[in-house]
């Protein structure tokens, strides 16, 4: 999950050009005000102003700040599925290309705390008018996990890529909360995938 700014929100197909546009500066807005400041400095109002867009418009688009950001987080995983898409991960292997994966992805998140806390808290969030953007969130991560394991690679890729999806988090919001170091991001994952492809392998 490699991605640089801006972060790119993603563009329901029954919008207008303008209307895609109008979305995409509020969630790169509420994205930045994020990496800034943390979840805390994502304030609706503030998000408006800077964005250009109406308080007002951005309520047709959004329910709150947690939806802002979980469209965000979408973007950044479908930008870099994209990636993974046009330029294949190195490794011979599915546990080498996966293991390229991991480590990328744990070292773009601990090079952004405010921003991951941030994504995390949103995600965690237990409003039911986040359930669809949490579960795009869900998808898009196993299609990135699956791309890297590769379509023949003789695992359950799905498998592998739901449980991982609940390390990655779980990884995550320990770090976040300081109950756990930077690190522990990238060996909580590293080791959960190791052991379930090392245990599909032998099966």
């Known amino acids: 999950m490699v ?14 050009n303008s209307q895609r ?6 969630v790169e807005t509420a994205m930045r005000l994020a990496g800034e400041g943390g979840y805390d400095a994502v304030q609706m109002r503030t998000v408006a102003e800077q964005s250009g867009v109406a308080l007002g418009t951005i309520y047709r688009y959004f329910a709150g700040k947690d939806e802002v950001l979980l469209a965000g987080l979408v973007g950044w995983l479908r930008l870099s599925q994209q990636r993974l898409s046009t330029d294949p991960l190195p490794g011979g292997d599915p546990a080498e290309r996966l293991a390229v994966l991991l480590e990328r992805s744990a070292t773009t998140a601990v090079q952004r705390p405010r921003l991951m806390g941030a994504l995390v808290t949103a995600l965690g969030t237990t409003s039911p008018l986040a359930v669809d953007p949490k579960r795009l969130v869900e998808q898009e991560l196993r299609e990135i996990i699956t791309t890297a394991l590769g379509v023949d690679s003789g695992v359950d890729s799905e498998g592998i890529a739901r449980v991982l999806g609940h390390v990655w988090l779980s990884s995550l919001t320990r770090w976040v909360s300081g109950m756990a170091p930077a690190e522990s991001v990238g060996a909580e994952l590293q080791h959960a995938a190791k052991m379930m492809v090392s245990a599909m392998v032998r099966a």
């Open 3 to 16: 991605v640089n700014t801006p972060f790119m929100a993603t563009e329901p197909s029954q919008l207008s």
């Open 21 to 26: 546009a109008r979305r995409i500066r509020i």
